[in-house]
Structures are given as structure tokens and as C-alpha cells.
């Protein structure tokens, strides 16, 4: 009697557990499955590329998840920031968001980043069965990179870039590289066979090409560098100068400390001697003046044929062409320090990433999740003409004539600044050249100011 009185109440217990486990009470209710795959919007705003560079990407997500659609918006670089924060001020920010990687300290409060191997969910409609079709709603898992398999994915810098306390702040789709331009019928009338591959190279070609009047105007330039106002992209080459020199443009922590020297040489100080060796093209007194401040903008210069070389991201391909459609020009990567062992290359590039505002983070992470797998974003470097930042795309890009030059790069490509300000590091860049073309500080004194001005961003 005892015995069967205990079997009932282990069986009415087990009873119990089966109706819990197996669905009373179960957080995925056929009612909530539902929701999970109710029409939804995302925003999505870039300050450059047109709807026609994402459309096969979000026609693909599409296709994955028929209940999200994406609102995509391309708004002027020039009128971008501003848009972003009025927008979040009124709660009607976009879900999903691209900035510069030097914009993500600023940002970092607005972005919602996801953990390192981190989950986000997704609903999906699916059908099953062979011979009888059924609609089945599913919860999908996506699972974010783990820092081995963001190494893996990316090209260095990113991982080095992106993650953040253990948490990736966003992606990219693509990574542009700091390269030279070249006018090859300025070369070719000098007899310069090949364009440099070492910054001796370079000096010896531009001596050779610059070319002035008897009143010590220029005629022709040999580079446009050297200036504080009418360089393009100075900053970055500046900080290319400095790394190639074995600068360490910051400390662990993030505060700069390019005006420091070598750990292993205490007298020797590269920061200083790159900013030397960049001001040196406009010194009337060097052998290597090639340019002054009241010449145009380089690139101007370039697409007028007033100019050897330049050195570009890759946007200034689409604007030569169009300006200079009989420009006989090209593109050969960054010159080096000769008989250095190590190759730096500079980069930038968006990122791709969600707002801390955001309605629908989860879907929101796993479309930048998607846009960032390699074929994905091959589709988007195919059309806007861009660098990779995938390692599986390298082989291919090399074999494209316009941007193989950028993507021997991409693998040595770094970047520093992670402060909240890069406008103000830009304007003390320049201030620090300026200083100097000008006397009204010494070079240790123009580069110590200029460390401290960006030492304030942090």
C-alpha cells in the first residue's frame, strides 16, 4: 500500500515535469515564436555609397528574414555627424550606423557593442517536410566572432582596432591603405624607369623631377608634401613617417607619445626626425624643396598635371578619373624605409555598427553580422570599387589593376589614434607643421605642443 501510494505521487511528479519541459511555460509560446517574426524596420545611415552598393546585401538578408526590412539612407560626409546627433537628441536615430575608426572613442557611448562570441537571436519562418510543406517559426542564433576567429577573419588591424574590453565595437566591409600616386608621363619624360619603393628612391626622383623658374617658382613639383594647408591626408602621412621611423605613436592605454625615444635608443627620437624628414620638402635650403604653402591642394595639383607624386586613399580614383579622364596616371604602394625588415602601411576605413538607441539591437547585430561574412562583403567592395578587409579576398583583389597596389597593404596596415577628438588631433597635425615651416617653434617644441594638444582627446 505504501509502495503503490509512492509510485503515484513519483508519477504524478514526473507528470509534472514532462508538462513544464515540454512546452506549459515555456518562454518560446507558438504566441511569442510569433512576435519574433513581426514586420520590423531597421535604419541604417552611411555618410558615403549609394543605395545600389548595399542592394544585394540587403536583398539577401531579405530573403533570410522576409519580417525585417532595411530603411538605408546615404547623407553628406560634410552634414553626417551633425544628422547623427540631432537625430539620437530626438530618439529617432538610425538602428544602424557607420563611422570612421578614428570616430570610436567619440562614439563609443552612443554604440551598443556585442561581447566576443556573443549570441544574438533572430526569428525565421521556415518550411518543412518533403512531401507535406509546413511553415515552422524557429528562433536562429548567431554567434559573433571569438578574438582567434576575428584574427582569422580580418586583416590585423582590425581586431586590434575593434575590440574593446572583450567586446567587438563594430565591422568593416572594407579597409582603404595610405598609397602613392604617380603621373607616369611626368616620370616617363625623366627617364624614372619604375616609381620608388623606398623613401632614398623617392628623394632621388624628386629631385629629379622638380623643376623651377628663374625666380624660384615651381614649374613642376616633384611631390606635394611638406606643408601644413594644402596637403591632403597630412595627418596620416605623418603618422606613416612616424611608424615606419619605429615611432609608438601611443602608450597601451591609448595616450600618445610620438614626441618619446626609442626604448632601446634614448637618443634617438623618430617621431621627431619623420616630422623633420616630411618638412624638409618645403625647406628652400634642402635639396629635396619640391613645394610651399602657396601652391594649390595636392590633389588638384595631381588631376592639373602640376605634380608627380601624392600619396591617397582610394577614393581619389573615381575623382581623377572624372576630373583628368586623359590623366596617363597610376598607383604603386606606399615607399618604405630602405633596407628596413618590417613594411608599415597606413589605413582607414568605416565601421559598421548599432546604436546604443536602437529598437531592434538583436536584429540590427545580425544583419552587420551577415553584411560582414566574406561573400557578402564581397559584393559591396566589387561595386565600390574599395579594398578588402577580409584575408580570403586578398588573393583575388590582387588580380584587379586598380586596387591590387592598395591591397599589398592591407595586411601590414595600422592605425593609433584611439582618443575621442580626431578633429582636434588633424588641427594639432597641422598646427605642429606648421610651427615649424615657420620658425615660430622648434621642432621638439612644435611636437611636444602637438602631443599635448592630443593628449586632451583622451
Not at 205 to 218: A, P, S
Not at 283 to 291: H, L, R, V
Request: hydrophobic residues 40%; contains cysteine.
Amino acid at each position: 500500500m505504501f509502495n503503490n501510494e509512492k509510485t503515484k505521487i513519483l508519477i504524478s511528479f514526473l507528470i509534472v515535469i514532462f508538462l513544464i519541459t515540454s512546452g506549459f511555460g515555456c518562454k518560446c509560446t507558438p504566441e511569442k515564436l510569433a512576435e519574433k517574426i513581426k514586420p520590423i524596420n531597421l535604419v541604417y545611415w552611411r555618410p558615403q555609397d549609394g543605395q545600389d552598393a548595399f542592394s544585394a546585401i540587403i536583398q539577401g538578408f531579405k530573403t533570410l528574414y522576409p519580417h525585417v526590412s532595411i530603411t538605408y539612407k546615404e547623407i553628406r560626409p560634410e552634414e553626417y555627424e551633425q544628422a547623427l546627433l540631432e537625430a539620437w537628441a530626438e530618439d529617432r536615430g538610425p538602428d544602424i550606423f557607420s563611422i570612421p575608426n578614428t570616430w570610436l572613442g567619440k562614439y563609443q557611448t552612443k554604440i551598443l557593442p556585442i561581447d566576443l562570441s556573443g549570441e544574438v537571436v533572430i526569428g525565421r519562418e521556415i518550411i518543412t517536410g518533403k512531401i507535406k510543406k509546413e511553415s515552422k517559426i524557429i528562433e536562429e542564433k548567431k554567434k559573433a566572432p571569438n578574438l582567434r576567429e576575428l584574427r582569422e577573419i580580418f586583416v590585423e588591424t582590425v581586431s586590434k582596432d575593434l575590440v574593446v574590453d572583450n567586446k567587438i565595437q563594430g565591422l568593416p566591409l572594407s579597409l582603404d591603405i595610405l598609397v602613392l600616386y604617380y603621373n607616369r608621363d611626368i616620370l616617363n619624360s625623366a627617364g624614372i624607369i619604375n616609381p620608388p619603393q623606398n623613401w632614398q628612391e623617392f628623394v632621388n626622383d624628386v629631385n629629379i623631377l622638380t623643376l623651377q623658374d628663374r625666380y624660384g617658382d615651381f614649374i613642376q613639383s616633384g611631390a606635394a608634401l611638406g606643408a601644413s594647408k594644402n596637403v591632403e591626408n597630412l595627418t596620416d602621412i605623418l603618422s606613416l613617417l612616424m611608424l615606419q621611423n619605429g615611432t609608438s605613436m601611443a602608450e597601451q592605454g591609448g595616450r600618445a607619445v610620438f614626441d618619446k625615444p626609442l626604448a632601446d635608443d634614448p637618443g634617438y627620437f623618430p617621431g621627431k626626425e619623420a616630422l623633420r624628414f616630411y618638412t624638409g620638402f618645403t625647406d628652400p635650403y634642402q635639396e629635396i624643396y619640391t613645394w610651399n604653402e602657396k601652391m594649390i591642394n595636392s590633389l588638384d595639383a595631381f588631376i592639373q598635371g602640376k605634380v608627380g607624386f601624392i600619396l591617397g586613399y582610394s577614393d581619389y580614383l573615381p575623382v581623377i578619373k572624372e576630373q583628368a579622364p586623359k590623366l596617363n596616371f597610376d598607383i604603386a604602394p606606399a615607399p618604405q624605409i630602405s633596407g628596413s625588415l618590417k613594411e608599415v602601411n597606413y589605413t582607414r576605413y568605416q565601421v559598421e555598427t548599432v546604436s546604443k538607441k536602437s529598437g531592434h539591437p538583436q536584429e540590427a547585430w545580425v544583419f552587420i553580422l551577415y553584411a560582414a561574412e566574406a561573400q557578402n562583403a564581397q559584393t559591396f567592395i566589387e561595386r565600390t570599387k574599395r579594398p578588402t578587409a577580409h584575408r580570403v579576398l586578398i588573393e583575388k583583389q590582387l588580380e584587379d589593376f586598380d586596387l591590387a597596389p592598395f591591397v599589398k597593404g592591407v595586411l601590414t596596415a595600422q592605425t593609433w589614434y584611439r582618443g575621442k577628438n580626431y578633429s582636434l588631433v588633424e588641427e594639432s597635425f597641422q598646427e605642429m607643421v606648421y610651427n615649424v615651416l615657420t620658425k615660430e617653434k622648434t621642432i621638439d617644441e612644435a611636437i611636444n605642443y602637438c602631443v599635448q594638444k592630443v593628449n586632451l582627446t583622451y
